[in-house]
């Protein structure tokens, strides 16, 4: 699951979540760079929660939600300042 949002006005991010669920791994992209890396190795959580400040003059702070399903796939929600702004499932 590939997940992209851009955020800002003035100054303009862009920030990616990826999340193999095969692998296990889940990275967080600020403008292409990662900047938090995550790795299961056995059975994961059914809850998980990422946090990030992402700017300087314009500060947003961002906050993933994943929750997985019992057998396969996941619903992911966005949060914007503590705003629901995106609601994704997949696999």
């Known amino acids: 699951m ?4 851009e955020l800002g006005e003035k100054e303009k991010h862009l920030v990616e979540y990826h999340f193999n669920q095969l692998l296990g ?10 900047v938090k890396k995550h790795t299961r190795w056995f059975s994961e959580p059914l809850r998980e929660t990422h946090e990030i400040e992402v700017g300087n003059i314009e500060k947003c702070s961002v906050r993933i ?3 997985r399903k019992l057998l396969f796939g996941q619903k992911c929600r966005i949060y914007v300042n503590q705003r629901l702004t995106r609601v994704a499932e997949g696999v």
Do not use: D, Q, R, W
Not at 2 to 5: D, R
């Open 2 to 5: 590939k997940l992209t949002l």
């Open 25 to 34: 791994t889940s990275t967080i992209f600020v403008n292409h760079k990662a």
């Open 65 to 67: 939600e994943k929750e």
